[in-house]
């Protein structure tokens, strides 16, 4: 089988791979700064409303209409990180993610949003090297980012909050940034999402989403932003590979994520590590 | 019109404690956050069915149906929390092991099932209608709140005064030391899962039997239900867990019947997001677990 009609076939499956990388990596970088905030997938699904309504009744051209729902976003995750700023650990999960529910709620009874129906007929303009680009430019990005005193910093809010703040770290600052700046990726992934798909509805981006989102960043490993990708790509790619196993096919799911997080319970990026050293 | 309400609230908001007296035990217990509740929850619902579609008297098939789900809360524990309590995985590891249970469990009912919901008892139960004073119920609405409160009745004792109890709650307050006073903890940790699974199968069954259907995706609408009730009365406390359970059930009711049906969820999650940040404890403030 050659390239063309291998890609024809999976063209779907390759975007949306592209698509659950980038929603790893938004993730990765709350988990990063040790933050177990669980709003990703209601960020993303703030931006891709926002570009789906800024292009379809607006007229906004694409880079626009994208530029635009980051911002949507981001501000999402501002106005999040405020109130939560106290909490921790699974506290601060379970309140990310009944702001995703209310959002659900919102989504589902609003006129603009299309209800539960949702919206269809988005410009369908998102192609596959705009969705890779996107991702290359945030993996730069972040690969930058990671080389300043921010990362180190968010590296100590990590490991010991009050040590951090012992040797003079902005704790509060950090956690904010982290907030905002996976919010923003996030909705970057939700913005293609919503252009690369041509339809939305509000169950796209609920708790079974951020669940999933999780589980790739787990099964990665949280300790790199590499882990995330790396856990998207295989948890999107395996239930494609065992198509033959028809019936049996989701268990078979369920049993390879429990075998990993069990086997290997730092992450499959820890393999790689663990050969390399 | 009050009065009933504050009955529907009260029908609703057992069956919501009942689930969240599972999710809280293990939360005390462990300081895990057992996301496969849900699955067993749905999977005792589709147990009881089965069962009472073979013959079996419906009290008979409740009960194997309890127990079953206690056994695959033993099981669960065995699969996804053991190995890695042995390794001290934190909290974010197990989460995860738990969703992966959650697949599977989900995986297998609907290999057996398909995904068409089912009526519990085929042909509907027999709901005489009571009239007592100003509000009226069924006898199966009657039934499921004995049941349920039954079944709190007998955990509180449980917890209180047998030995088991002692051991659960001594476990929850200090591992270590209810070891070295010679608590079983591995046994400890499987009954208090039994328990906590056997309380979620219930709620389910009892929730089967309310809207005489099951089906596949009943799970995941209690599922955060169960959190915000949790949060609501405090996390891993048990009298907590009751209160909240009538606590969302009264705010799901009342906004249903002001017309606000649409936004029932966002406003059970928004108050759930407002206790959590004006009162990360719970409205009680305590972890009664360990001091009940």
């Known amino acids: ?277 | 019109m009050i009065a009933q309400q504050l009955l529907n609230a009260l029908f609703l908001g057992a069956v919501y404690a009942l689930f969240a007296l599972g999710y809280t035990l293990i939360f005390g217990v462990l300081d895990i956050l057992n996301l496969a509740h849900a699955a067993v929850y749905m999977i005792a619902a589709f147990a009881g069915y089965s069962l009472v579609a073979d013959g079996l008297p419906l009290p008979l098939a409740a009960v194997l149906a309890i127990v079953m789900a206690g056994v695959i809360g033993i099981l669960l524990d065995r699969v996804a929390f053991a190995p890695l309590r042995q390794r001290n995985a934190g909290t974010l590891v197990p989460l995860i092991s738990s969703i992966g249970v959650a697949i599977v469990i989900g995986a297998i009912a609907r290999g057996i099932y398909g995904i068409d919901e089912r009526h519990f008892v085929e042909g509907g139960l027999d709901a005489t209608p009571i009239h007592l004073g100003p509000v009226t119920f069924t006898s199966v609405e009657a039934l499921i709140l004995g049941t349920a409160i039954g079944l709190m009745l007998a955990l509180s004792y449980v917890l209180r005064a047998t030995t088991l109890g002692r051991n659960i709650r001594a476990v929850a307050q200090d591992r270590i030391a209810a070891a070295l006073l010679g608590v079983d903890i591995e046994r400890t940790i499987a009954a208090t899962f039994f328990i906590s699974s056997a309380l979620g199968g219930a709620a389910g069954i009892l929730t089967g039997l309310e809207y005489n259907a099951v089906s596949l995706d009943m799970g995941a609408q209690i599922e955060l239900k169960g959190l915000a009730v949790i949060v609501l009365g405090g996390m891993g406390s048990i009298t907590g867990a009751v209160i909240g359970g009538f606590a969302i059930g009264i705010v799901e009711t009342l906004a249903v019947a002001y017309g606000l049906s649409a936004w029932r969820d966002a406003l059970t999650f928004g108050v759930m997001f407002v206790i959590l940040v004006a009162r990360p404890a719970g409205i009680f403030g305590a972890r009664a677990l360990r001091s009940a």
């Open chain 1, 1 to 277: 089988m050659n390239l063309g009609t291998f890609y024809a076939q999976h063209s779907r499956l390759i975007d949306e791979i592209g698509i659950n990388a980038l929603l790893a990596l938004s993730l990765s970088v709350s988990l990063q700064a040790g933050q177990l905030a669980l709003a990703q997938a209601a960020f993303a699904g703030i931006a891709a409303y926002v570009s789906a309504i800024a292009s379809m009744q607006f007229g906004v051209p694409l880079p626009a209409s994208i530029a635009v729902a980051i911002l949507a976003s981001a501000l999402a995750a501002a106005a999040l990180a405020y109130p939560v700023r106290r909490l921790r650990g699974i506290f601060l999960a379970i309140a990310t993610i009944g702001f995703g529910e209310i959002l659900r709620v919102v989504l589902n009874n609003l006129d603009v949003t299309g209800g539960a129906e949702g919206l269809s007929g988005i410009p369908n303009d998102v192609t596959t090297p705009i969705i890779y680009g996107a991702l290359v430019l945030v993996a730069i990005v972040l690969a930058i980012v990671a080389r300043t005193k921010f990362a180190l910093a968010v590296a100590l809010t990590r490991e010991d909050e009050n040590a951090a703040r012992g040797v003079g770290v902005d704790v509060g600052s950090v956690r904010f940034a982290s907030l905002v700046l996976g919010g923003a990726i996030a909705g970057l992934a939700g913005a293609l999402y919503a252009h690369a798909f041509y339809f939305l509805a509000p169950t796209d981006f609920g708790f079974p989403r951020m669940e999933q989102i999780l589980v790739w960043c787990v099964i990665g490993g949280v300790t790199s932003p590499i882990g995330g990708v790396l856990g998207a790509v295989f948890l999107s790619v395996l239930p494609e590979v065992i198509r033959p196993l028809a019936d049996f096919r989701e268990i078979t799911n369920g049993l390879i994520l429990l075998g990993v997080i069990l086997f290997v319970p730092n992450g499959l990026s820890t393999l790689w590590a663990k050969r390399g050293s």
